[in-house]
């Protein structure tokens, strides 16, 4: 069972930036593509942003601009590095990866951002 492990939310005032992490069980290389979504309280769960195993990147229009999503290989770690964050960016933050028709989940990580 792949398990996806994140970390890195928290507290932080708008205007501040956070980064995340999540570690895959398995190699960063099983995956065909891997990314960061988030669901706000009350709200469907949404993209945030994608990255494909060749380094293409994709966006969601309220995070361009603010939010980096990179691989480390050597640590084998999926980054989200987000600045200049706005309360509305509050929301409980999830891994995701995508290999051949099966898809993985994290736990989900906490960011809130205070006004």
């Known amino acids: 069972q792949v398990q996806l492990v994140e970390s890195g939310g928290g507290l932080v005032q708008a205007g501040g930036s956070l980064r995340l992490s999540c570690a895959p069980s398995?190699?960063?290389?099983?995956?065909?593509?891997m990314g960061w979504y988030r669901q706000a309280p009350g709200k469907q769960r949404e993209l945030v942003a994608t990255?494909?195993?060749?380094?293409?990147?994709i966006y969601a229009d309220s995070g361009k601009g603010r939010f980096t999503i990179s691989r480390d290989n050597a640590q084998n770690t999926l980054l989200l590095q987000m600045s200049s964050l706005k309360p509305e960016d509050t929301a409980v933050y999830y891994c995701?990866?995508?290999?051949?028709?099966?898809?993985?989940w994290g736990q989900g990580t906490q960011v809130t951002v205070s006004s």
């Open positions: 990255i494909t195993s060749g380094g293409t990147t």
């Open positions: 995701n990866a995508k290999r051949a028709l099966a898809q993985y």
């Open positions: 398995i190699s960063i290389f099983s995956f065909n593509s």
